[in-house]
Every structure is written in structure tokens, then in C-alpha cells.
């Protein structure tokens, strides 16, 4: 299983961050799909996730800015955060679980892609 990741990069206060996360050798059946962030000097946090029900996880700092979608035909996730704050600056983790077709769950997760926002 690998996950590539597109988007992030530099991105101004006040603008939108969009990233994309593209799953591929899938073996079994997406169950959730989302991303993780770490700031330097701090532990991993979520930001958001959505499941194959489409219920989604958000993190309250993003809450009202964040939206998460998911298109299964192209097993992508999409992130899109509005009004970015410097405190949005992280390294973002595309991150799935898969529930395989003897009924194993297991967690992938991609190399990470550096957001900073700045001016």
C-alpha cells in the first residue's frame, strides 16, 4: 500500500491549504481515511478524519475552517482548511486504515508533506 500525497507548500495567513491523498496496491476495503499533523517540538495530532460512512473526526482548532471529503473510485482523501493560521504550520500525515479480505485491519500511513504558513 502506498500513499502520495499532493499539495502544501508555503501558504499565506488567511489563505486555504488544500491537500490530496492518493491510495494505491489497495488490498481490501478503505475503512478510514484522513490526516494527522505534527508541528515541530510537538507530538502528532489529528486533524481530521473521514470514514467509508462518511462520518468525519475533526480536530476542534480546525472545526469551523476544515473540510474533508473522500472519493472512493479514486480511494483519494482531500483536505481543504481555510483562514490558515501560523499555528496550522506542520508536517501533514495522509493516514488510512484498511480492513483486508480476511477481516485484518491495519493502518498506512504516507511520508508526510510540510505546510507553512507565512507571509
Known amino acids: 500500500v502506498q500513499l502520495q500525497a499532493s499539495g502544501g507548500g508555503l501558504v499565506q495567513p488567511g489563505g486555504s491549504l488544500r491537500l490530496s491523498c492518493e491510495a494505491s496496491?489497495?488490498?481490501?476495503?478503505?475503512?478510514?481515511m484522513g490526516w494527522y499533523r505534527q508541528a515541530p517540538g510537538k507530538q502528532r495530532e489529528l486533524v481530521a478524519i473521514?470514514?467509508?460512512?462518511?462520518?468525519?473526526r475533526k480536530a476542534e482548532s480546525v472545526k469551523g475552517r476544515l473540510t474533508i471529503s473522500r472519493d472512493d473510485g479514486e480511494s483519494t482523501v482531500y483536505l481543504q482548511v481555510d483562514n490558515v493560521k501560523p499555528e496550522d504550520t506542520a508536517t501533514y500525515y495522509c493516514?488510512?486504515?484498511?480492513?483486508?479480505?480476511?477481516?485484518?485491519?491495519?493502518?498506512?500511513w504516507g511520508k508526510g508533506t510540510l505546510v507553512t504558513v507565512s507571509s
Open positions: 473521514i470514514s467509508n460512512e462518511g462520518r468525519t
Open positions: 496496491g489497495i488490498f481490501g476495503n478503505i475503512i478510514d
Open positions: 493516514y488510512i486504515t484498511l480492513k483486508s479480505f480476511n477481516s485484518l485491519v491495519m493502518e498506512y
